[in-house]
């Protein structure tokens, strides 16, 4: 049976949604330089709820990405690391994550140029789809 993303009923989709995820893109990103501990993600992936970090913890984790340790200390200790099949994500998003970083100031003036078409602002040329100031990053 072939496969295709573009077809309502084929189960690739479902692997397309957890993979373009936001939380899933940077926890993968996280763990890609080394295994770490739940609440060095939580600290690394700025803004993420502990319901979703968990929640995408284990959905990664039952889908094969990500590989949950239990470390027999006291107290102890659960450590997360990318499974070989999660280094191959990383891989495929680590260039998105990148190209997100350099495109942002772009993106954010497209957005402006538009919304002021939208609102019927009259803007010279010059100000049309130009990138904002670095600091509102």
Known sequence: MRRSVYSAACPTRE???RVADKWTSLII???AERPHR???IACAAEG???RVLSRTLRELERDGLVLRTLITVAPPAVEYELTPLGRTLDQVIAPL?????RNVNHI???RRTFDDEVAGVDRTPWQRGRPLPSSNR
Do not use: I, K, M
């Not at 994550?97 to 970083?101: D, H, N, S």
């Open 15 to 17: 692997v397309l949604d």
């Open 29 to 31: 990103g996280v763990l």
């Open 48 to 50: 993420v709820s502990p």
């Open 97 to 101: 994550r990148t190209w997100a970083e």
């Open 108 to 110: 954010y003036a497209a």
């Open 38 to 40: 739940y609440g060095q």
